[in-house]
């Protein structure tokens, strides 16, 4: 005890010249020492493997992250991506992009302080993958204020030179625009001019808008790739983090941005390896699901191949589908088989709708009027069809036609005699 005792007595006295010390006024010239540092946490490149770059232009932060060859990404192998032939996106894009090595390929998506778009709208984080022989590498160009803005499109616009094609998820219309937007802002030549563009949206909600509720890029990554993010940041929220980073400066906060783009880019860059695939050979797509089949037949039919069109269509009813599309799908095909004046096989079609309840039901009853009409001379049996189609939908045609059918009807038997 008497150590102790002593101790404390020599901590008090220590303490008593402490306050003796500063109890007055501070002597003319004392220097007090300057305010500690920030924390390590104020700084991005404490938090993320990446380096101040410095251009023309000032100063940025780059960091760059490698997805290695042997990694998936729940369905896919991001090794196969090195295999994705030169001409993949032919097709896809109506031919708008020319073959070139997909290593050649720019994969790029944006993180932006909004997204209504305008001047007044920043790219704060702009990711660009690209495949490589150790798999797939995202560089991230991050402006840590405003004021580095013109450095970072600098450093894009150089990175973007060693590439033939860009594609985006909805770039064509917020991604490209906005940095145009950017770069005539820093008074600097946008690089986007000279790169064939392939924007996979439009792809991917032709091949999955019957079948998805969504189409947004997370949905189909875990929808198609069967991923499931954990801990993921919603999109809606990234402007609300880097504004309070440019208050706070806690660079800790921007992780999950900087997570949320890079693997964005790389389910972009798996997407690119299936989408295309089933619009460059539809005879061959691995399509297991009737209603990818049906939305892949009517881009066909939009472009003007009815055969293919009409043997997915039909693919797809053998597959089964939700009654809506059924029935829409069988009208389709009815209408095509016309077209081709097959006639056995548009009036099984027809008649099949015209023996339950459907949207297409009264129209087929119709169709099956016209044939019977002009095509059999059986007015009995074209009148027969066209009183069914009066009881659904009551139209001034339709009672023109029942009054024609009636008075032909009634003529034939005398003729006959």
């Known amino acids: 005890m008497g150590d102790l005792q002593e101790q404390l007595a020599l901590l008090r006295r220590r303490v008593a010249r402490i306050d003796k010390k500063y109890a007055g006024p501070p002597a003319i010239g004392t220097v007090f020492p300057s305010a500690p540092p920030r924390p390590a946490r104020y700084f991005i490149d404490e938090w993320m493997s990446g380096q101040e770059v410095e251009t023309p232009q000032g100063k940025h932060f780059q960091t760059e992250r490698l997805f290695e060859r042997h990694r998936r990404h729940g369905a896919m192998d991001v090794s196969s991506l090195e295999d994705l032939p030169d001409d993949l996106l032919g097709a896809i894009s109506g031919g708008e992009v020319s073959p070139a090595p997909a290593r050649r390929w720019a994969f790029l998506d944006t993180e932006t302080t909004g997204l209504a778009g305008g001047a007044g709208t920043y790219a704060f984080l702009i990711g660009v993958g690209r495949i490589s022989d150790e798999g797939f590498r995202v560089r991230q160009f991050f402006m840590r204020d405003h004021s580095e803005e013109p450095s970072l499109l600098h450093a894009l616009a150089e990175h973007l030179a060693a590439f033939d094609v860009l594609v985006t998820y909805n770039g064509k219309v ?7 937007t950017r770069f005539r802002m820093a008074r600097a030549r946008p690089p986007f001019s000279r790169l064939s563009h392939l924007d996979l949206l439009f792809g991917a909600r032709r091949l999955w808008k019957l079948r998805f509720e969504s189409c947004r890029l997370v949905e189909l990554e875990n929808q198609v790739l069967g991923v499931e993010r954990q801990g993921d940041l919603p999109g809606e929220l990234i402007p ?62 939009s472009a003007g191949q009815r055969e293919q069109a009409l043997a997915l269509f039909r693919r797809a009813i053998n597959c089964g589908l939700r009654d809506d599309l059924l029935f829409r799908t069988m009208w389709d095909v009815a209408a095509l088989e016309k077209k081709f004046e097959r006639e056995g096989a548009a009036l099984a079609i027809l008649t099949d709708l015209s023996a339950c309840r459907n949207p297409y039901r009264a129209q087929a009853l119709v169709e099956l009027a016209k044939h019977y009409e002009h095509r059999e001379r059986n007015y009995a049996m074209a009148l027969e069809f066209t009183a069914n189609a009066l009881e659904l939908c009551e139209t001034p045609e339709l009672r023109r036609r029942e009054a024609r059918l009636r008075r032909r009807a009634a003529v034939r038997p005398a003729r006959l005699l």
């Not at 400066?249 to 798996?270: S, Y």
């Open 174 to 180: 917020y991604d490209q625009p906005l940095l145009e």
């Open 240 to 301: 609300y983090v880097y504004f309070d980073y440019l208050r706070n400066r806690e660079a800790f906060r921007l992780v999950p941005v900087f997570h949320h783009n890079a693997i964005d880019i790389l389910t972009l860059a798996c997407l690119t390896g299936i989408v295309p695939y089933a619009f460059r050979s539809p005879a061959d797509a691995p399509l297991g699901h009737g209603a990818e089949m049906v939305g892949l037949a009517r881009w066909l039919l």
